[in-house]
């Protein structure tokens, strides 16, 4: 039995969106379960909106998300010999005509049509004259078949049928001499034996006219799987007014790739309860058979918690380097100084839900002049205050172990040599260390600062909340 060979086929008049990506996923954990080949094909044919900014999104897009292929990519651009040898092929075999109609005519016959009560397709005007090019302007059209159906079994959505008198003659080449999109995918996918087509079900209607177009060349027919659409939440299909589309949106706001893969795929498929699942793991259980045949529903807080989950399990060091950039954007190189990156990203992988709130939250570690949240200082910070940081401060600089556990035992021993509860010392001292009443447990951030930047916080913010009160 022959190896299963899949494509995933974007156009390059935008960026990498959800839906094509879960396609491509979709393709390509059935290529890695099977053993089978992965393609990637660039859909350039639209020369008018078609770029190469579009070009490199798409591909940076699947790089980012791992979804690495085995052939390509290839471009239909470089097909455009080949296709009009095709069509020559079915013109010469009378399986294709010359249609002259012009663009008033057949808009005369559509409203024709529409105002009795018919479908609006060609006619057929131009099917039977026959005869060879007199220079008069025309575009090609395959000859369908007028009676009869045309039937194929979706590996999703289960037998698909059409009736051929509903199919119009499908024009392969315009005017200018430029193919179709539907007649190129065919001569692509046959050339490229393709195997097995998933696509989204916005193509169904594609489906029986690109079949009769692959029995006319000869060639042999993939099986197909069409994916139901993505929907947003109120029930329409997925769109900018729903929010970020765009797959490199996503790595921007500070998702992982991991928890795009996760959410996408689950985005339609499911294997049970579960969840979460490593890419071994769906390579493992995937199965195209296992799609539900309704569309899925986009709901950004589930991606959020997922992407929150595979920070919080993630490994410190790449996590580290995958905040550098954040940092970057807010002026921050933790190599010019501050402490160690990875105890930073440490204290924060349990609170953060994305990369972008990671870094806004290390921004503190790295910014030893602080701005004080002035509100919060009016809250928190009582006459006494003052005093009792300077205990803490003077405790802290002759304890032996400035560790965690070292510096919970100070916390209790000067809160007791005080009379006073955490919750009268602490609020402060936070507002000391990060500049706010928002931050990663106090031992924890007082720990990664190090004695010497705690102390000298702590006594920048002494003299600040003392001139306060003066």
Same mark, same amino acid.
């Given at each position: 039995?022959?190896?299963?060979?899949?494509? /995933?086929?974007?156009?390059?008049?935008?960026?990498?969106?959800?839906?094509? !990506?879960?396609?491509?996923?979709?393709?390509?954990?059935?290529?890695?379960?099977?053993?089978?080949?992965?393609?990637?094909?660039?859909? #350039?044919?639209?020369?008018?909106?078609?770029?190469?900014?579009?070009?490199?999104?798409?591909?940076?897009?699947?790089?980012?998300?791992?979804?690495?292929?085995?052939?390509?990519?290839?471009?239909?651009?470089?097909?455009?010999?080949?296709?009009?040898?095709?069509?020559?092929?079915?013109?010469?075999?009378?399986?294709?005509?010359?249609?002259?109609?012009?663009?008033?005519?057949?808009?005369?016959?559509?409203?024709?049509?529409?105002?009795?009560?018919?479908?609006?397709?060609?006619?057929?005007?131009?099917?039977?004259?026959?005869?060879?090019?007199?220079?008069?302007?025309?575009?090609?059209?395959?000859?369908?078949?007028?009676?009869? $159906?045309?039937? /194929?079994?979706?590996?999703?959505?289960?037998?698909?049928?059409?009736?051929?008198?509903?199919? #119009?003659?499908? &024009?392969?080449?315009?005017?200018?001499?430029?193919?179709?999109?539907?007649?190129?995918?065919?001569?692509?996918?046959?050339?490229?034996?393709?195997?097995?087509?998933?696509?989204?079900?916005?193509?169904?209607?594609?489906?029986?006219?690109?079949?009769?177009?692959?029995?006319?060349?000869?060639?042999?027919?993939?099986?197909?799987?069409?994916?139901?659409?993505?929907?947003?939440?109120?029930?329409?299909?997925?769109?900018?007014?729903?929010?970020?589309?765009?797959?490199?949106?996503?790595?921007?706001?500070?998702?992982?790739?991991?928890?795009?893969?996760?959410?996408?795929?689950?985005?339609?498929?499911?294997?049970?309860?579960?969840?979460?699942?490593?890419?071994?793991?769906?390579?493992?259980?995937?199965?195209?058979?296992?799609?539900?045949?309704?569309?899925? $529903?986009?709901?950004?807080?589930?991606?959020?918690?997922?992407? !929150?989950?595979?920070?919080?399990?993630?490994?410190?060091?790449?996590?580290?380097?995958?905040?550098?950039?954040?940092?970057?954007?807010?002026?921050?190189?933790? !190599?010019?100084?501050?402490?160690?990156?990875?105890?930073?990203?440490?204290?924060?992988?349990?609170? !953060?839900?994305?990369?972008?709130?990671?870094?806004?939250?290390?921004? /503190?570690?790295?910014?030893?002049?602080?701005?004080?949240?002035?509100?919060?200082?009016?809250?928190?910070?009582?006459?006494?205050?003052?005093?009792?940081?300077?205990?803490?401060?003077?405790?802290?600089?002759?304890?032996?172990?400035?560790?965690?556990?070292?510096?919970?035992? &100070?916390?209790?021993?000067?809160?007791?040599?005080?009379?006073?509860?955490?919750?009268?010392?602490?609020?402060?001292?936070?507002?000391?260390?990060?500049?706010?009443?928002?931050?990663?447990?106090?031992?924890?951030?007082?720990?990664?600062?190090?004695?010497?930047?705690?102390?000298?916080?702590?006594?920048?913010?002494?003299?600040? /909340?003392?001139?306060?009160?003066?």
């Amino acid at each position: 039995m022959s190896k299963i060979r899949l494509r /995933f086929a974007p156009s390059p008049t935008g960026y990498l969106h959800i839906g094509g !990506a879960r396609t491509a996923l979709f393709n390509w954990l059935l290529a890695r379960k099977t053993g089978g080949t992965f393609i990637l094909r660039i859909e #350039d044919t639209d020369v008018a909106r078609s770029t190469q900014e579009s070009v490199d999104a798409i591909l940076q897009g699947m790089e980012w998300l791992g979804l690495d292929w085995d052939e390509g990519p290839f471009y239909q651009s470089e097909n455009f010999p080949l296709y009009k040898e095709k069509v020559q092929d079915l013109l010469a075999a009378g399986k294709a005509y010359r249609c002259y109609c012009s663009a008033e005519e057949l808009e005369a016959k559509r409203e024709k049509a529409l105002a009795e009560g018919r479908k609006p397709k060609y006619d057929g005007t131009c099917r039977n004259l026959g005869g060879s090019d007199d220079g008069r302007p025309f575009v090609v059209r395959f000859k369908a078949p007028q009676y009869g $159906v045309t039937s /194929f079994i979706d590996l999703i959505k289960g037998p698909i049928s059409f009736n051929n008198e509903e199919l #119009d003659d499908l &024009i392969i080449q315009r005017s200018d001499g430029t193919p179709i999109y539907n007649f190129v995918v065919v001569v692509d996918d046959a050339i490229m034996g393709i195997t097995t087509v998933i696509r989204g079900d916005d193509h169904i209607n594609n489906t029986p006219r690109q079949i009769l177009l692959y029995e006319a060349l000869g060639y042999a027919v993939p099986t197909f799987a069409h994916v139901p659409m993505i929907l947003g939440s109120d029930k329409t299909r997925l769109s900018k007014r729903h929010g970020a589309t765009s797959v490199m949106a996503y790595r921007d706001m500070g998702l992982l790739p991991e928890a795009m893969i996760n959410y996408l795929v689950r985005l339609g498929w499911s294997s049970g309860d579960e969840e979460i699942f490593s890419r071994e793991e769906l390579i493992e259980k995937f199965s195209i058979e296992a799609v539900g045949k309704s569309a899925g $529903v986009f709901n950004p807080d589930k991606l959020l918690w997922l992407n !929150a989950h595979y920070i919080k399990t993630g490994d410190t060091e790449r996590l580290a380097g995958l905040l550098l950039p954040f940092l970057a954007e807010r002026g921050i190189d933790p !190599a010019s100084g501050g402490p160690d990156l990875q105890a930073v990203v440490k204290t924060l992988q349990e609170r !953060a839900k994305t990369m972008l709130e990671m870094a806004d939250g290390a921004v /503190f570690y790295y910014t030893p002049e602080l701005s004080y949240d002035e509100e919060a200082v009016a809250k928190q910070i009582k006459p006494e205050t003052s005093s009792y940081l300077q205990s803490l401060t003077t405790a802290l600089k002759a304890g032996p172990e400035f560790s965690h556990d070292g510096i919970e035992s &100070i916390f209790k021993e000067v809160c007791a040599g005080l009379g006073i509860k955490m919750g009268q010392i602490g609020p402060a001292v936070r507002i000391a260390l990060s500049g706010g009443t928002v931050s990663p447990s106090i031992y924890e951030v007082m720990e990664v600062l190090g004695k010497e930047e705690t102390c000298r916080r702590l006594e920048r913010a002494i003299a600040r /909340f003392t001139a306060g009160q003066g």
